[in-house]
Nanobody, 125 residues
């Protein structure tokens, strides 16, 4: 049974940091990503990483502030979020794909087959 379990969300002041974790189990994946969804908005891509670690991808809105990484031994992907802004407030979802992305596509929700339950991140101003 495939499971993606997120943790690490919470309430933080603007300028603060949080680290999200996503523990994956049940099968191997080629790419793991983070998406987020704010109230009344569509789910949007945040970051993704190939399981080899060779490729990382970021949305322009988080580049330079967020870092995605993975620990192969723990089968876990992390999202380190620094310099958080109120507009980063959303439910953050971990997602897994069986594909590797050589050019584009990693930002489409439809490319990810498995999803976690989500973890709330709230940034106060």
């Amino acid at each position: 049974q495939v499971q993606l379990v997120e943790s690490g969300g919470g309430l933080v002041q603007a300028g603060g940091s949080l680290r999200l974790s996503c523990a994956a189990s049940g099968r191997t994946f080629s790419t793991l990503g983070w998406f987020r969804q704010a109230p009344g908005k569509a789910r949007e891509f945040v970051a993704a990483i190939s399981w080899s670690g060779e490729s990382t991808y970021y949305a322009d809105s988080v580049k330079g502030r967020f870092t995605i990484s993975r620990d192969i031994r723990k089968n876990t992907v992390y999202l380190q979020m620094n310099s958080l802004k109120p507009e980063d407030t959303a439910v953050y979802y971990c997602a897994a794909s069986t594909r590797t992305f050589n050019s584009g596509g990693y930002y489409y929700t439809s490319e990810y087959v498995y999803w976690g339950q989500g973890t709330q991140v709230t940034v106060s101003s």
